[in-house]
């Protein structure tokens, strides 16, 4: 079955920890996307990737980093200096860039602080 | 002014209701139109595109309106398995796939 696969599925962080958030998708999309839900709020952009090795900053992207060194993957990490990490992180895929194609999402990772 | 507004409900209705949901977008040269649906505490899922001469799918309807920039969602016969957030989803012109999200319309179907 193809899909997309994040993981882990709850995530807890300590002070000044990084922590990486998984996302592989085997669907051969080309683009992929990282957002993040917070309770009562739309999906805001953090980064998105259309291609390999290469990657944007979407609308709030600071405290995080990512890479895209495969097609399937395109991993997130959390870091210490993203003050207020706790939320729902969801990671999408979609088949081709121009605005016109949905986009499909892994079922999500969910960040606290401990 | 937020790029995609909707009424955050509850829409709260009996089983066999029919409810619409409606959403506007700031952005005149949107180009592509979705509504999804998002269960508690899971991920979004495609509902439907939205395409201008409107479009339906069984019990959903989604018509855009480009002139007053709103887009509707219709669902008749509501199902108890109908209960979610639905989220207005709009593309804005050109470059990368970039979809802007309203916050969602909560809606619960009680029997």
């Known amino acids: 079955d193809g899909g997309i696969t994040q993981s882990p599925k709850y995530l807890f962080r300590k002070e000044g920890q990084n922590v990486t958030l998984s996302c592989e998708q085997n669907l051969n999309h080309d683009a992929m996307y990282w957002y993040r839900q917070d309770p009562g709020q739309g999906l805001r952009l953090i980064y998105y990737s259309q291609i390999v090795n290469d990657f944007q900053k979407g609308d709030i992207a600071e405290g995080y980093s990512v890479s895209r060194e495969k097609k399937e993957s395109f991993p997130l990490t959390v870091t210490s200096a993203q003050k207020n990490p706790t939320a729902f992180y969801l990671c999408a895929s979609s088949a081709r860039e121009g605005g016109n194609q949905p986009q499909h999402f892994g079922d999500g990772t969910r960040l606290s602080i401990l | 002014r937020k790029e995609v507004e909707q009424d955050p409900g509850p829409f709260n209705v009996p089983e066999g209701a029919t409810v619409a949901f409606n959403c506007t977008y700031s952005n005149s040269a949107s180009q592509s139109f979705f509504w999804y649906r998002q269960d508690c505490r899971k991920e979004p899922k495609l509902l439907m595109s939205?395409?201008?001469s409107g479009n339906e799918d069984g019990r959903f309807t989604a018509q855009l309106n480009r002139a007053s920039q709103y887009i509707s969602l219709l669902i008749r016969d509501s199902k108890l398995s109908d209960s979610a957030t639905y989220l207005c989803v709009v593309s804005p012109w050109g470059g990368y796939n970039k979809l802007i999200f309203g916050a969602g319309t909560r809606l619960a179907v009680h029997p």
């Open positions: 939205v395409y201008s």
